[in-house]
């Protein structure tokens, strides 16, 4: 068992008390109604192999108007949307970040919603078991780290793969239960970005009563092979890392075609600045910081999605690896389902001058269930946004 640092408790149960009084007063001094920016963390009984059977701690971030928490103290129904987040990124830098007019989050808690995100195991502020270790990155990766924290490769200490699609629908359910114990509600909607769209098609397909819709942007691709290890964990290496250069120039900026389609170049500084936040170790690991990732096992997407019983919406992205993330719309069984197409667009559209669609487009459908007033169809927004 990994010995407990006590150093990195402290450090976070100060943060969790710190954003918990800087949330009473969040949002502009002079504004009627802010938007409040609450953290916490769920307690849940880990099923990661790593610590398996221990109580851990769910970082959670709730953005919600302060007109409509009041009303829920005074027992209204609240509209609960929860947000889980993709592969190389927390749920904080994904969906709530605090400049201009970014925060998706905050966007939809304007728009009346009570909004949370969850962040899993192995970012953010969520427990990142053996990950401090630099030679617990994959052997592959730990070039990067030499001569800096690394002088020579080395073994890793935890040799097995850290997380598995089992274990994070595990973290989605405690947190949904969480919520809706917290809200007194039966239903929550739920968003995902990337490897977020499996992590939520779990939860979906084993509690469809607990579901109301779903949006999904840029759904992951089928994987490989489709079922479980057959020895768990994997043997392998738990820590993956990103560095700022593959974000940027690899996944990101490769598919960026169309002139204005970033339409601040400061982005990708605030974008970074805040991963490196709440990065912990990596921060410090090689100049202008790295950032880790768990080596998953992944399964069960491909059998998952013809089960999902709540309408969904899906937002994609022309330039984004159209063809594979298409997958998850065509083997959709549900008849309440729709399809955008956004010009303009790569797998980092909450980033770029199209976010504006991704935002109006996801509070009509968990609204509504439309999208232009429809409930079903296939759909296409142009460089200026018009939905046809």
Known sequence: ??????????????????????????????????????????THNSTVPANAGQPVGLHLRERVLDSVQRGIARGKPAKVVLFVHGGFSPATVAYDLEYKDFSWMEYLARAGFDVFAMTHTAYGYSPKPYMDDPC????????????HVLKAPCAPRYPFKLVSSQTEWDEVEAVVKHITALRGVKKVSM???????????????????MVDRIVYLAPAPFFENDDAPAAFPEAGAPTLLQTRERLEKERWH???????????PAIGDVMWRELMKVEGAGADWIPGGVMRAPNRMNYGWRKIVPQIKAPVLILLGEFDNFEKRHD??????????????????????????QRKVVHAASTEWLLKGTVNG???????????????
Not at 255 to 262: F, S
Request: glycine residues 8%.
């Open 1 to 42: 068992m990994q010995p407990v640092n006590h150093r990195a408790l402290m450090r976070r149960f100060a943060f969790c008390f710190a954003v918990l009084c800087a949330g009473l007063g969040a949002g502009p001094l002079l504004a009627a109604d802010p938007v409040l920016s609450l953290n916490s963390f769920v």
């Open 136 to 147: 617990n990155v994959d052997p592959k990766q730990q070039q990067i780290l030499i001569p």
């Open 191 to 209: 968003v995902g970005w990337s490897t977020g769209t499996p992590r939520i098609g779990g939860f979906a397909a084993k509690h469809p009563e």
């Open 254 to 264: 490769a598919d960026v075609k169309c002139n204005d389609q970033i339409d601040d």
């Open 328 to 353: 998850a719309w065509k083997a959709l069984t549900v008849k309440h389902k729709a399809f955008l197409k956004i010009a303009c667009g790569s797998h980092y559209l909450q980033y770029e001058r």
């Open 374 to 388: 429809k409930r079903e169809g296939y759909y296409s927004a142009d460089r200026s946004g018009k939905i046809q």
